[in-house]
Nanobody, 117 residues
Framework: QVVESGGGSVQAGQSLRLTCHAPRMITSTFNPSPVAWYRQAPGKQRELVAT???????NYADSVKGRFTISRDNARKRVYLQMNSLKPEDTAVYYCNIRVRDKDDYWGQGTQVTVSS
């Protein structure tokens, strides 16, 4: 089970922090698993936003570089997405993905982020 939280409605320029939690995943499974945040805006395909690997290496979509930061807390089985300087185009449902053993994908239900101008 993967649970996202932290979404909401904000004004442009404000910040939000999303949390991805895997409460039922054992630590030995969570820790080595890469985790990614995706988002899907209405009428658009789901797109990759940020990833964090088991060694904490991170990657970002060009559209969020310098504004978003992904991090992980293995002890708490959580991954965070700090989103600063939000723009209306960041409006989407944000999903967390955990890939286990390079083959099994676990998705959350998504959390809505709405940014108004």
């Amino acid at each position: 089970q993967v649970v996202e939280s932290g979404g909401g409605s904000v004004q442009a320029g404000q910040s939000l922090r999303l949390t991805c939690h895997a409460p039922r995943m054992i630590t030995s499974t969570f820790n080595p698993s890469p985790v990614a945040w995706y988002r899907q805006a209405p009428g658009k395909q789901r797109e990759l936003v940020a990833t964090i690997a088991r060694d904490f290496e991170t990657n970002y979509a060009d559209s969020v570089k310098g504004r978003f930061t992904i991090s992980r807390d293995n002890a708490r089985k959580r991954v965070y997405l700090q989103m600063n300087s939000l723009k209306p185009e960041d409006t989407a449902v944000y999903y967390c993905n955990i890939r286990v053993r390079d083959k099994d994908d676990y998705w959350g239900q998504g959390t809505q982020v709405t940014v108004s101008s």
